[in-house]
């Protein structure tokens, strides 16, 4: 911040400045107004949220979350248990395979290493509706659909490509004196990199377990092909059946639900800022 | 990111080579752990690749030259597929639809992201706050829950036609069963998330030496001059990088129109993006061959869209060392 003030000449005047900032505050307003509409809109009648732009209704009600909540039959606290599941296998997986094929490529030498880092990031940009046909006739075929293991699995096996590029980036950055300090003193590969190589990588680890959550977390296209029973249902999934079951989507207990779900990615958001505006400046991730 | 990737891959490996090298001289035998810890680490991945990307791409491959419904064994027909697509008047909407959605919505929402980027570089103060509620929409954007929202603000007693009830506009459609507007709903879907790549400019922004601007500044260059022949560029390649990445991301967006449209692609097709389509023949009817195949020629198209980028970008991208 300082740095920037610093070498941008200065010459504005002060008042244009203030006219920014208001320009700046008006347009995140704009932004964020139907995100904050729809969080009081939960606490709203139903028939209050119809054609109404305005913030504050004249009464307000909890009643939304527990309608919601029980709306299926199946409680909500189900599909965030669901969630919850396929979430931690996902960063388990994406931070044990991904930070090892990083120290692969970062670290140490083999053939076709160009090629295959290459191929790596060409992985990156392939469609993943190319793949889910016959992924899933795979996972049909080995009975694990409906099953959380389609959704883990992959993950296990570094399929996320971007998060390998991330930490090979990062570790390229750290100071290869480090691991051959290691190796004089007799350190293996495997000890370099669990006790040097991880622990230095915990802002990029950091990283990947927050977006790891987030994608996940907010991943719908996968969960709806490879889960078809209300049980295995997690949030996205359920949440889409809320709206479809009926044409008179009841609004109050579907926003109250909508919060509930956005609730741990605005949670990871703030605890997880720097963390994911440095993993998006380096990598794009979105 | 693929090019500054690669840039920065292929410079440390070589050094380090020639390290490993010296090393390899000096210690006669490489140990056990030298010579097939590689295999160990990157076991997963190899496994990932051939297992869930590569097999699946070839195996698709096949199966758009077959017909199979998931029950009878694929039944080999050929080209048939891809000759079914040129008589299919869904297939040449979906591209259309897929194609204005993408044209439209990724040059206004890099825009915004650099108009952004550069009036919060000025260094106004309170980077950080505007940063993250900028930013805040582009992690939310890919929910069910904010596709959701959307299907609220733009239907007939939405929130947009309320506030617009506000200014005395009255009788308005519901903008997503309008088949004229539908399709514009999801287009302001994805500007609203530009915070993205207005971080990863912000990040190429920092990396322009003040010194240049202060040397224009001294030569009389003004604002305007300052940012189309100094800023401009110099952030070409970030230009570059997002541009390939949002184009990418926006050809692949389905959950938006999913949700929007009820899965069915919006009223007379309005929303039927090319990934929702691919998604009705094969999990809808199991269509898996026919699936296949329109799933092959997005490939194709975003394969050839990005080299027709990488090429282009030779005459508008500029890097430091040319």
């Given at each position: 911040?300082?740095?920037?003030?610093?070498?941008?000449?200065?010459?504005r005047?002060?008042?244009?400045?203030?006219?920014?900032?208001?320009?700046?505050?008006?347009?995140?307003?704009?932004?964020?107004?139907p995100?904050?509409?729809?969080?009081?809109?939960?606490?709203?009648?139903?028939?209050?949220?119809?054609s109404?732009?305005?913030?504050?209704?004249k009464?307000?009600?909890?009643?939304?979350?527990?309608?919601?909540w029980?709306?299926?039959?199946?409680?909500?606290?189900?599909?965030?248990v669901?969630?919850?599941?396929?979430?931690?296998?996902?960063?388990?997986?994406?931070?044990?395979?991904?930070?090892?094929?990083?120290?692969?490529?970062?670290?140490?030498?083999?053939?076709?290493?160009?090629?295959?880092?290459?191929?790596?990031?060409?992985?990156?940009?392939?469609?993943?509706?190319?793949?889910?046909?016959?992924?899933?006739?795979?996972?049909?075929?080995?009975?694990?659909?409906?099953?959380?293991?389609?959704?883990?699995?992959?993950?296990?096996?570094?399929?996320?490509?971007?998060?390998?590029?991330?930490?090979?980036?990062?570790?390229?950055?750290?100071?290869?004196?480090?691991?051959?300090?290691?190796?004089?003193?007799?350190?293996?590969?495997?000890?370099?990199?669990?006790?040097?190589?991880?622990?230095?990588?915990?802002?990029?680890?950091?990283?990947?377990?927050?977006?790891?959550?987030?994608?996940?977390?907010?991943?719908?296209f996968?969960?709806?092909?490879?889960?078809?029973?209300?049980?295995?249902?997690?949030?996205?999934?359920?949440?889409?059946?809320?709206?479809?079951?009926?044409?008179?989507?009841?609004?109050?207990?579907?926003?109250?639900?909508?919060?509930?779900s956005?609730?741990?990615?605005f949670?990871f958001?703030?605890?997880?800022?720097?963390?994911l505006?440095?993993?998006?400046?380096?990598?794009?991730?979105? | 990111?693929?090019?500054?990737?690669?840039?920065?891959?292929?410079?440390?490996?070589?050094?380090?080579?020639?390290?490993?090298?010296?090393?390899?001289?000096?210690?006669?035998?490489?140990?056990?752990?030298?010579?097939?810890?590689?295999?160990?680490?990157?076991?997963?991945?190899?496994?990932?690749?051939?297992?869930?990307?590569?097999?699946?791409?070839?195996?698709?491959?096949?199966?758009?030259?077959?017909?199979?419904?998931?029950?009878?064994?694929?039944?080999?027909?050929?080209l048939?597929?891809y000759?079914?697509?040129?008589g299919?008047?869904?297939?040449?909407?979906?591209?259309?639809?897929?194609?204005?959605?993408?044209?439209?919505?990724?040059?206004?929402?890099?825009?915004?992201?650099?108009?952004?980027?550069?009036?919060?570089?000025?260094?106004?103060?309170?980077?950080?706050?505007?940063?993250?509620?900028?930013?805040?929409?582009?992690?939310?954007?890919?929910?069910?829950?904010?596709?959701?929202?959307w299907?609220?603000?733009?239907?007939?007693?939405?929130?947009?036609?309320?506030?617009?009830?506000?200014?005395?506009?009255?009788?308005?459609?519901?903008?997503?069963?309008?088949?004229?507007?539908?399709?514009?709903s999801?287009?302001?879907?994805?500007?609203?998330?530009?915070?993205?790549?207005?971080?990863?400019f912000?990040?190429?922004?920092?990396?322009?030496?003040?010194?240049?601007?202060?040397?224009?500044?001294?030569?009389?260059?003004?604002?305007?001059?300052?940012?189309?022949?100094?800023?401009?560029p110099?952030?070409?390649?970030?230009?570059?990088?997002?541009?390939?990445?949002?184009?990418?991301?926006?050809?692949?967006?389905f959950?938006q129109?999913?949700?929007?449209?009820?899965?069915?692609?919006?009223?007379?097709?309005?929303?039927?993006?090319?990934?929702?389509?691919?998604?009705?023949?094969?999990?809808?009817?199991?269509?898996?061959?026919?699936?296949?195949?329109?799933?092959w020629?997005?490939?194709?198209?975003?394969?050839?869209?990005?080299?027709?980028?990488?090429?282009?970008?030779?005459?508008?991208?500029?890097?430091?060392?040319?």
């Amino acid at each position: 911040m300082r740095s920037a003030t610093a070498r941008r000449p200065r010459s504005r005047p002060r008042r244009p400045r203030l006219l920014v900032h208001a320009a700046l505050i008006l347009f995140g307003i704009v932004m964020l107004y139907p995100l904050i509409w729809m969080l009081v809109g939960s606490f709203k009648h139903t028939s209050d949220i119809f054609s109404h732009p305005d913030l504050f209704a004249k009464s307000y009600t909890a009643k939304n979350y527990p309608a919601g909540w029980n709306a299926n039959g199946i409680s909500f606290g189900r599909y965030i248990v669901n969630s919850l599941i396929v979430v931690t296998g996902a960063i388990a997986g994406n931070l044990l395979a991904c930070s090892a094929a990083a120290y692969a490529f970062a670290r140490l030498e083999f053939r076709l290493k160009k090629m295959w880092f290459a191929l790596m990031l060409g992985t990156i940009m392939l469609p993943i509706h190319v793949v889910i046909v016959p992924q899933y006739i795979l996972f049909s075929k080995l009975g694990w659909l409906n099953t959380y293991l389609p959704l883990i699995v992959p993950k296990l096996l570094a399929t996320d490509a971007f998060f390998v590029f991330l930490m090979v980036q990062f570790i390229r950055s750290l100071p290869r004196d480090l691991d051959e300090a290691a190796r004089i003193d007799g350190c293996g590969h495997f000890r370099i990199f669990f006790r040097i190589i991880l622990p230095l990588s915990l802002p990029a680890l950091a990283t990947t377990a927050i977006f790891t959550f987030i994608w996940t977390w907010n991943d719908f296209f996968h969960q709806l092909v490879f889960l078809t029973d209300p049980k295995m249902y997690t949030v996205p999934v359920a949440l889409r059946t809320f709206v479809d079951s009926t044409s008179q989507t009841p609004w109050g207990p579907v926003f109250a639900m909508s919060i509930v779900s956005l609730a741990p990615v605005f949670g990871f958001f703030l605890a997880g800022q720097r963390y994911l505006v440095r993993g998006i400046a380096t990598t794009g991730l979105k | 990111m693929t090019a500054g990737g690669e840039g920065r891959g292929d410079t440390p490996a070589a050094p380090a080579g020639e390290q490993r090298g010296r090393a390899r001289r000096d210690r006669p035998r490489r140990s056990f752990s030298d010579r097939y810890a590689h295999y160990v680490f990157l076991a997963p991945w190899f496994a990932g690749l051939f297992l869930i990307t590569l097999g699946p791409l070839l195996a698709s491959l096949y199966l758009s030259f077959t017909k199979y419904n998931l029950l009878n064994a694929p039944e080999w027909t050929g080209l048939e597929n891809y000759r079914r697509m040129f008589g299919d008047p869904r297939f040449y909407h979906a591209l259309k639809v897929t194609f204005i959605y993408v044209g439209v919505s990724v040059p206004l929402q890099l825009a915004l992201a650099l108009a952004l980027a550069v009036v919060l570089d000025r260094g106004i103060g309170g980077l950080a706050v505007y940063r993250s509620v900028y930013y805040l929409p582009s992690l939310l954007g890919t929910s069910v829950a904010v596709a959701v929202l959307w299907r609220q603000m733009f239907g007939a007693d939405g929130l947009v036609n309320g506030l617009l009830g506000h200014l005395g506009l009255h009788n308005l459609p519901g903008w997503i069963s309008d088949p004229r507007f539908a399709l514009g709903s999801l287009i302001a879907l994805n500007v609203w998330t530009f915070g993205a790549p207005m971080v990863i400019f912000l990040a190429g922004l920092r990396q322009i030496p003040g010194t240049y601007y202060e040397a224009a500044a001294l030569d009389g260059a003004g604002r305007i001059r300052r940012f189309t022949r100094i800023t401009l560029p110099l952030l070409s390649p970030v230009v570059f990088f997002n541009l390939v990445l949002q184009l990418i991301h926006a050809f692949q967006s389905f959950t938006q129109a999913f949700i929007v449209s009820g899965g069915e692609g919006g009223p007379a097709d309005s929303t039927l993006f090319y990934t929702l389509y691919i998604y009705q023949k094969g999990f809808g009817s199991f269509d898996m061959g026919y699936a296949a195949a329109l799933a092959w020629v997005l490939v194709l198209i975003v394969a050839v869209l990005t080299a027709i980028n990488f090429i282009a970008s030779k005459f508008w991208v500029f890097y430091g060392d040319e």
